[in-house]
């Protein structure tokens, strides 16, 4: 009988927890962040200074897709680059599944069915959610540059603005407008892949105030950080291709030219340099491939093409996390396929 009484104690306790927890879920609109600090994790380092006259968000996101916005007493501004827009080399938009890995296969299948294009750097989209810039192999480009960059999200906004965009310093105000943006454009819950299980126990860590740092790992565990960044080389025999690199798929060539280079180089859009979908562009890639000389996709996709600061545009290197050994010999097979 006291057996018979304890149990439908603790039965109706079960269920009472399991009514306050569905009460105070977590909803997939809410930010990650907010989240995060909920279950006591920090705040942020790059939180925005509102009160610096002329901050808003829209200016934020016209700087990024257009370069020029207007200023606090209805000006425009100079335009940021002569050469490039923000968005020339980055998305705004999530471009990867899944926010854990920087897989450039997942990500140029999500660009091709979201029709984004498939860029050098990472996306702004939850670019506030990361704590480290310009990471991994990016030291050897910008040497000392990355050190005032590597935790300052300030600081990587400027690095970039005048060594990739090859532009003008931002003010105070514009720079504080784009973190703006930024800040609106932070992961949200729904972005990240949470079995049911786990968004219980991220659930039941908010309710109880219990496991807090176990559930913010968990929510950590589900997206990148730091977008990791290795250069790597041409293969050694250029004719040869690398070694263990068996098949090749044309098609996928394809969406790579489509998706990447004409970005940038149809109707000389952000170089001056042409490149189309015709037949002529794709030969002409194809004959220099595996030269040694500035035509050379395995030339420009590896290493880029040099900045002159202040004075020219280039090409920015992809790194391995940004196209793949094989996605490299997918884009010549494809352009081999010209003949
Ligand atoms: C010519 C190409 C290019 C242009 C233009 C460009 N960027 Fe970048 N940016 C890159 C590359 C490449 C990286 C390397 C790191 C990465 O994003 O993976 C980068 C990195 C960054 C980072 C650090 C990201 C990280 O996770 O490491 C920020 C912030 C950034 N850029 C902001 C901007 C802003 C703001 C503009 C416009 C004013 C801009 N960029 C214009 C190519 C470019
Ligand atoms: C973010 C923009 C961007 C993307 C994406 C891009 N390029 Fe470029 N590329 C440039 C710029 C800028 C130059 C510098 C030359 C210029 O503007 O005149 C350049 C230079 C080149 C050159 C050397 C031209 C010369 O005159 O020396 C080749 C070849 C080239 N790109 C091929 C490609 C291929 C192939 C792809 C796709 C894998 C690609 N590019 C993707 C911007 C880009």
Known sequence: MKYMF???????????ATWQVSSIDFSPEDNV??????????????????????????????LLTTGITTKANGGKTKKQSSHFLCTSCHNMLKEDP????????????????????????????????????????????????VEDARHDLRNAIQLCATTCAQ??????????????????????????????????QINQAISSGEDQDMARNLIQSKYLQASPAHFIA????????????????????????QHSCLHCHENQRFSLFELGPDKLSLKFLDKH????????????????????????????????????VQQLEDLKAYMASSN
């Open 98 to 145: 899944d926010l854990a890995v920087a897989d450039p296969q997942a990500r140029l299948d999500y660009a091709v069915s979201n029709g984004l294009p498939f860029l050098q750097g990472t996306t702004f989209y939850g670019i506030i959610n990361r704590t480290s810039f310009y990471n991994g192999d990016y030291v050897k480009k910008y040497g000392d540059l």
């Open 289 to 324: 491939f595996n030269k040694y000389n500035r035509y050379s996709t395995y030339q420009v996709v590896r290493w880029g093409t040099s900045p002159i600061p202040g004075k020219k545009s280039y090409m920015p290197n992809y790194t391995q996390e940004r196209m793949s």
């Open 33 to 62: 962040q907010d989240i995060l600090v909920q279950l006591g994790g920090e705040a942020l380092p790059h939180t925005v200074n509102s009160n610096i006259e002329g901050v808003s968000v829209e200016k934020g996101m016209e």
């Open 167 to 200: 532009g003008r310093l931002l003010e105070e105000w514009e720079v504080e407008s784009i973190l703006a943006y930024f800040e609106q454009t932070g992961l949200k819950m729904k972005d990240l892949i949470l079995s049911e299980v786990e968004a219980n």
């Open 234 to 257: 041409p293969p050694e025999n250029r004719s040869k291709g690398p070694e263990d690199i068996s098949q090749v798929d044309i098609e996928n060539g394809a969406a790579i030219y």
């Open 6 to 16: 304890t149990i439908s104690l603790l039965a109706f306790i079960g269920l009472a």
